[in-house]
DNA sequence: ATAGCTATGTTTAGTAA
DNA sequence: ATTACTAAACATAGCTA
């Protein structure tokens, strides 16, 4: 059979779900480039597979990109919220509500502020690697049946 | 006129590059959502165009991606020994001497890391800020004394 | 995993508002 | 800056290899 209307949702088998990923994230580095050539402006594009493959694209530079984005003074973070597929905006925002740390940070002071700091530097980078970790794990095991 | 076979190159006039512009980065993103949500990968887009306004689009967010790409291990290694979960122990251990954060990150699934990895970049700025506050506020009343 | 195929749904250049 | 319109160009689901 040949193409039907797609609703945009997850795909449930796994290998299916692979090639859609390969074949669309192709398409979005496709649009990327066109972007960037024809209206000769920055962008870039970072994915993960859930294999946990990275593929990344940007002009002039993926990482001049980010860090003229992190540098940006105020990031108006544009991502529309016209609820199409929003989807992923609603979830951002939920994570926002989460109100996970509490920790009354107007009260503290310089020295207080600069452990907070160092110590949320380690714990990100923790956190960082577990996420890695268990991408790696997971990529082994679907390994596993390839000869 | 309708379209006509197009030729990916720099658009010279200023107004149509600036129409394509913003038809094609709302196309881009729209394709990237679709990615994220049919495939359940992670993904980031950021453009700024030539007027040097910022888009971006990110889930679960643009730093959670943005972070995980400049912590990535190597671009397309393979996971070979270091995907093993046992890599967050010794620095768990170091972390109990700290007492700051006692969360149990070995034990927490995706989603978990990504809320609170979420939570961490939020958290980071308000200590950022509250840091600024203090250094600014400092520095102004040095500032009372000179001319 | 990635590539070729084809029918069909989707995007977009040109234009005007 | 963004939006509506239309027809041509384009991307891609479902297959096969």
Redesign the pocket.
């Known amino acids: 059979?040949?193409?039907?209307?797609?609703e945009i949702k997850r795909?449930e088998d796994k290998?299916?779900r692979?090639?859609?990923f390969?074949?669309?994230r192709?398409?979005?580095f496709?649009?990327a480039k066109?972007l960037v050539k024809?209206c000769d402006a920055q962008a870039a594009v970072i994915t993960f597979?859930l294999?946990g493959?990275i593929f990344a694209f940007g002009h002039p530079s993926v990482d001049s990109v980010v860090n003229r984005y992190t540098a940006a003074p105020e990031q108006d973070e544009?991502a529309e919220k016209k609820g199409e597929d929003g989807v992923v905006d609603e979830e951002t925002k939920e994570d926002e509500e989460t109100g996970m740390f509490e920790v009354p940070v107007k009260d503290m002071d310089m020295e207080e502020l600069e452990k907070l700091n160092v110590a949320m530097e380690e714990m990100k980078k923790k956190v960082v690697d577990r996420i890695n970790g268990i991408v790696s794990s997971s990529k082994n095991e679907?390994d596993l049946g390839l000869p």
Chains 1, 2 share one sequence.
């Open positions: 059979m040949v193409r039907t209307k797609v795909i290998a299916k692979h090639t859609t390969t074949k669309r192709q398409g979005l496709k649009k066109e024809r597979s294999a493959n544009e679907e």
